[in-house]
């Protein structure tokens, strides 16, 4: 057995909410596991639906994007935005055969530093459990990585993304913001992109 | 003693400004003058500014680290072309009037040559002579040559000609052979300069209580009888414990602490009746870091009152009483004594009457605050007078202004207060020199240069890697060395080093120097946050002739160091990998053009009460045009419902003069009935629709200030309503108006506190009140002094000079009852409306009846609903429906949208002079653009390849900003940005079909890049 297995998580924080968070927690001197690396975003508005199955690609073991509270976003509704990039990517993990908790999308606000301390902890242990990529799939890891490589140049291409403004459209117009009610959106206006991806 | 003010026109205005005390009223006024066209002079006692908040750990109620927020301030005081700062100096006359004064000012010698000096340390390293250090409450030792602390501006050491041995015996003399700049000048000589300005700001700041009030709570007799100051640095990690809260007699860790609040205020015995304001806040801030400092500690506040009433303070309180456990003890100081087997021995009586001691390991004096030392010697060099505190005079209605016209008086100099406040003022001041100099804006300032940007479109990146140690904060736990070796040998890296203080001023000139001798052509700075400090290095990266875009930061500190401070093995893995993906991503940054884009030169302001009317004469002033929106028919707001000031004044009269002149000023266009039904555009360019009687006008505007006020919480408790004996203070008020007042014939008054209030309706305090119930409580019994009045409160929040009127009312027989949320009183009406008060009386632990012929309600303010107006402008508003500014402490007027200030009612509860301060510093804040006649947006915007646009027009729809435009070339439909509008959350980018958009400096290939190097660290493990 290797030594204790320290899990690899990628995050993507939204300058505004999030990043303050981890910066307040910090002033604060609220401690967790030191696992988590940070990509600075303006807004997870930003968060092309390519970057989290990329990060699972490069390496992680756990991807979380973290933004402002929904109806709290600086730039009004980005983080609504992101909510459907993450519906996709569950989407696709789904399809891939990959534990779908191995992708988090969660908010604190920037006075919440301690909020943001206890999702990035349990999140961590979240990942411990499941352990490297592949295992709690029970697939062979480096086969899965090319898929997720090979699904994110899907997100990236034409078809997958025209499902998303879509859906996008859709959520802009009935004003329903829930995360099931994304996932269905994504689901109807992606569903026949994702099949072409390669399992 | 000064010549009669003569007319300004008749002689030639000056336009400069000299600004006296370099703590952060001074340095943002300084600042801020700037900004509005004005030189500056800023003087500093001291050998550098920063003042108090430079020596706080942290500030409440955020908690941010104190001088990480200041510090870039203080750079860009120390690198503004426009601020001379003269160091060890004082004002010692000022004559001539308004716009062309002559300020004589006194320099004492550094006897190191400040333009020389490196800041290399080694005259300290060999300076044989100690000496206590100051900015370490002298808890460890510092040398004659020194500097006052790491990040000084001045970045220049300085001697002290009381301790050297050179200057007083002729021997030693080291630090000159040790210097190897040759910058050591033992034959420095005081000088006089005179230097004409134009007008005043006087920010001296404040002085302490003396060490002998302190004696009597043992301070000086007993070793762990500590102050706050001193507590505040045995918190900090670049204090004399490393951030270690010990006990100094044994150097351990105390278990139990208890904080004293009130030394040295609300005492007559010691001269200081006021309350020091600040107090109740900084111990709850030092309170809940020693108890992250340790858990286990047991934590106990003694308070007379609990006196948190700022914006958010009473829920910040809240939570931290209840998050680490504090035990909270009304009753005046404890007697503090020592016992034989250590320790200290506290006994108080509590409000029951019962006495109480108990043992303690560290007690926490809670030092209030007193006029500057030297104040009286300050009043007479600028000619200004004091009131009986020795702290500047000033008037309700303009305070800012002292004695004297064209001086000016801001921060605790003014009266004790906050630094969010004192931060307002200096707005304030700065607006209102800009309004009386306005004829001479520009003619004394230099136009800041840079050096012209290098193209570096064809060199290969060449990275610049340092790493900060931050004092100990990251080097404490982080292998900084060995972080810094590791960028050596990233890809593009041709540069790497570490350093103590990577914002310190002296590492900016380190910086440039490095960028030049290396042409480095991309920098990352391993250091804290980007949130507050990229903007300095961006700033430097423009001085070295780099653009600003190419600038990256690795966060080691608050997302690494602070928060993994016992593994700093896997630290400092993170650490290498966050420098790692900062570096990949610095690779793909390009130079980004900066748009300059001009400023309509025009002002609205909505909402035409006390603070709307305020803000729209001060921007007037500075010659501006406003547009002020008043939804009512008549301007004046909710100072109409006020009948006399706490000085008898009636504020009606002065409210009237107002309406008058700014009715009466050309450049103030005034709307009345009249609201605004929509906004757009941005910050120099704003368009917004009015709804007035007489159909839409349309307003074009570079900025916008919001005052759009508050009203009286309307009580549906205590059988309001019910019986003409129950009023709100504000019917009182206007009971008491006129020759032949109404209340006059009440026999017993009861008045009920916090009606609304601190967490029934409202979660705030309203701040206001209880110094309403006090005035009021005064008008009566001086109307009828046999009257009765009984006040229940729950923490009288008399602060500053109000704690006078309580004491006045007390001395009046007014009688003060505290009663808890939990045991409210209880109001009952009789058949023919008889009001019966039922209440608990500490004291007699007992419950009283009370038959009152009046009652009055002490009602909160609640905010007019700011949702509509708050979504037209894209600016949040708090869980209570206050607007809520861009940052509490240091941008407490600005609005998060650039262009939008925020003062008065709407802001939160606030008195009169504390309005009148506010819109005069929105104002003041709003004038920067319109005086720069041109802004430049952050150039994070996003940017559409039109090779790759199919004009779908995804983008344009999910825009929150219209910021994307379709246009039409050769018949095909192509997507463009509107680059002033964009505000770079990149949506458009996200979700663009063809990937033909990408965002500034956040673009594709450099967030791969990044998360590629995040692979990296897999990749090795695999290999």
């Known amino acids: 057995m290797p030594e204790q297995y320290s899990p690899k998580i990628l995050g993507f924080l939204c300058n505004w909410c999030c990043y303050t968070a981890a910066d307040s927690a910090g002033v604060g001197r609220y401690q967790y596991p030191p696992n988590l690396r940070v990509i600075r975003m303006m807004c997870t508005g930003r968060l092309d639906p390519s970057f989290p199955l990329e990060g699972l690609a490069q390496g992680a073991d756990g991807i979380f994007v973290g933004g402002c509270h929904p109806g709290e976003c600086h730039y009004i509704d980005g983080n609504y935005h992101a909510l459907v990039s993450a519906s996709l990517v569950h989407a696709v993990l789904g399809k891939l055969g990959i534990e779908k908790e191995r992708f988090l999308i969660d908010w604190a606000s920037a006075a919440e530093g301690p909020n943001f301390v206890k999702i990035i902890t349990a999140f961590t242990k979240k990942i411990s459990t499941l352990g490297p990529l592949g295992r709690a799939e029970g697939r062979d890891q480096a086969e899965l990585r090319r898929n997720l490589a090979a699904a994110a140049e899907t997100a990236r291409g034409r078809k997958l993304r025209t499902g998303l403004i879509n859906a996008g459209r859709e959520m802009m117009k009935t004003g329903d913001f829930s995360r099931t009610a994304i996932a269905g959106l994504v689901h109807d206006k992606c569903d026949k992109a994702l099949s072409e991806l390669s399992v | ?1023």
């Open chain 2, 1 to 1023: 003693m000064h010549p009669p003010v003569s007319n300004p026109s008749a002689q030639e205005t000056v336009g400069s400004v000299l600004v006296v005390g370099g703590g952060v009223a001074g340095v943002q006024a300084s600042l801020d003058l700037t900004e509005l066209g004005y030189k500056v002079y800023l003087i500093e006692k001291s050998g550098a500014i920063g003042g108090v908040m430079a020596r706080l750990d942290k500030t409440f109620p955020t908690n941010d680290c104190s001088l990480c927020i200041l510090a870039p301030k203080l750079v860009e005081a120390g690198r503004d072309p426009n601020i001379e700062i003269l160091t060890l100096s004082e004002l010692v006359d000022l004559t001539g009037g308004p716009g062309n004064f002559t300020a004589t000012v006194r320099k004492q010698p550094r006897y190191i040559d400040e333009d020389i000096c490196t800041g290399c340390g080694q005259c300290t390293l060999y300076c044989l002579k100690q000496i206590g250090n100051d900015f370490n409450e002298n808890l460890e030792h510092s040398h004659a040559a020194h500097i006052d602390y790491a990040q000084a501006v001045p970045t220049s050491y300085h001697i002290d000609p009381k301790a050297c041995l050179k200057l007083n015996y002729d021997t030693c003399g080291l630090c000159a052979v040790a210097c190897q700049a040759g910058a050591i000048r033992f034959d420095d000589k005081e000088k006089v300069i005179d230097i004409p300005v134009g007008a005043v700001v006087l920010a001296p700041g404040f002085g302490r209580v003396s060490d002998e009030v302190m004696a009597r709570y043992g301070l000086g007799k007993f070793e762990d009888v500590v102050t706050a100051f001193e507590h505040e640095r045995l918190m900090c990690a670049s204090g004399p414990t490393g951030g270690e809260i010990v006990r100094i007699s044994d150097r351990k860790h105390p278990k139990k602490i208890a904080f004293l609040q009130c030394i040295g205020s609300r005492d007559e015995n010691c001269g200081n009746n006021y309350c020091s304001s600040v107090c109740c806040m900084y111990a709850i801030k030092q309170a809940t870091l020693a108890r992250e400092h340790d858990p286990e500690c047991e934590i106990t506040l003694f308070y007379m009152d609990v006196r948190t009433h700022g914006k958010g303070f009473d829920a910040a309180r809240e939570r931290a009483v209840r998050e680490g456990k504090f035990r909270v003890i009304y009753a005046r100081p404890p007697k503090v004594e020592d016992v034989f087997d250590g320790g200290l021995l506290l006994a108080w009586a509590t409000e029951d009457g019962l006495h109480h001691q108990e043992k303690f390991d560290l007690v926490v004096l809670s030092q209030g605050l007193e006029a500057p030392d030297g104040a009286e010697d300050l009043a007479r060099a600028a000619g200004i007078h004091l009131n009986g505190y020795q702290f500047a005079q000033i008037d309700t209605y303009t305070p800012l202004a002292t004695s004297r016209p064209g001086v000016y008086v801001i921060g605790a100099f003014q009266g004790p207060k906050d630094i969010p406040d004192s931060v307002t003022q200096a707005g304030g001041a700065a607006a209102l020199c800009a309004g009386r100099l306005a004829q001479a804006r520009g003619t004394a300032t230099i136009k800041a240069s840079f050096p012209e940007e290098r193209d570096i479109s064809g060199e290969e990146p060449r990275i610049g890697v340092f790493v900060c140690h931050c004092g100990i904060n990251i080097g404490g736990v982080v292998k900084v060395p060995s972080v810094a070796e590791y960028a050596k040998t990233l890809p593009h890296v041709v540069y790497a080093t570490d350093n103590l203080y990577s914002c310190s001023q002296d590492t900016q000139r380190l910086l440039v120097e490095t960028i030049h001798k290396h042409r480095l052509n991309r920098l990352v700075v391993a250091a804290c946050t980007p949130r507050t400090h990229e903007p300095l290095f961006q700033a430097t990266l423009r001085e070295a002739g780099l653009n600003r875009s190419l600038f990256e930061m690795a966060n080691i500190r608050d997302q690494c160091s602070w928060v993994h401070m016992h593994e700093p093995e896997a630290a400092t893995e993170k650490a290498k990998d966050a420098v790692r993906m900062a570096v990949a991503k610095a690779a793909h940054l390009t130079a980004l053009a900066e748009q300059q884009l001009p400023v309509t030169p025009s002002a609205l302001v909505v909402g035409g009460g006390l603070a709307g009317m305020t803000a729209a004469m001060t921007i007037a002033e500075q010659g501006f045009e406003v547009t002020l929106v008043e939804r009512e028919k008549e301007l004046g707001g909710r100072a109409k419902l006020l009948t006399a000031d706490r000085f008898g004044f009636d504020p009606r009269k002065a409210l009237a003069e107002l309406i008058a002149k700014v009715k009466a000023h050309p450049k103030i266009t005034v709307h009345t009935q009249a609201t605004v039904a929509a906004v757009s555009g941005y910050v120099g360019n704003f368009t917004t629709t009015l709804d007035t009687g007489n159909g839409s006008v349309v307003v074009n505007h570079g900025v916008a200030a919001i005052a759009t006020g508050g009203r009286p919480y309307e009580p549906k408790q205590y059988h309001y309503g019910e019986s003409p004996k129950i009023v709100t203070q504000l019917d009182l008020e206007k009971k008491l108006a006129g020759s032949r007042p109404r209340a006059k014939n009440a026999k017993q008054v009861v008045m009920i506190q916090c009606v609304g209030s601190r967490g029934e309706d409202l979660s705030y305090c309203s701040r206001v009140c209880c110094g309403q119930a006090l005035k009021n409580s005064l008008r009566l019994k001086k109307l009828r002094p046999e009257l009765g009045i009984t006040v229940l409160y729950r923490d009288m929040r008399a602060y500053g000079f109000l704690e006078d009127d309580y004491r006045a009312a007390r001395e009046a027989g007014v009688i003060f009852i505290r009663y808890h949320e939990e045991k409210k009183p209880e109001v009952s009406v009789g058949k023919s409306g008889a009001v019966t008060v039922r209440y608990h009386d500490p004291l007699l632990s007992d419950d009283v009846e009370l038959a009152a012929d009046l009652l009055a309600l002490s009602v909160g303010i609640v905010p007019e609903d700011p949702t509509k107006l708050a979504r037209m402008l894209k600016v949040p508003v708090t869980a209570d429906k206050f607007f809520l500014e861009a940052h509490v402490k240091l941008q407490p007027v600005d609005l998060p949208v650039d262009g939008t200030y925020i003062c008065g009612l709407a802001h939160s509860p606030r008195s009169m002079d504390e309005t009148i301060a506010q819109a005069q510093a929105a104002a003041g804040r709003a004038c920067h653009p319109l005086a720069r006649g041109s802004i430049t947006p952050a150039p994070i915007v996003s940017k559409v390849d039109p090779e790759l646009c199919i004009g779908c027009g995804a983008c344009e729809s999910f825009c929150p900003y219209k910021a994307i435009e379709i246009y039409k070339e050769d018949k095909t439909r192509k997507a463009r940005t509107l680059t002033a509008s964009c505000k770079g959350c990149g949506v458009c980018a996200a979700r663009c079909p063809t990937l033909a958009i990408d965002m500034g400096r956040f673009t594709l290939s450099g967030i791969m890049a990044q998360i590629q190097a995040f692979g990296e660290a897999y990749g090795e493990q695999h290999a």
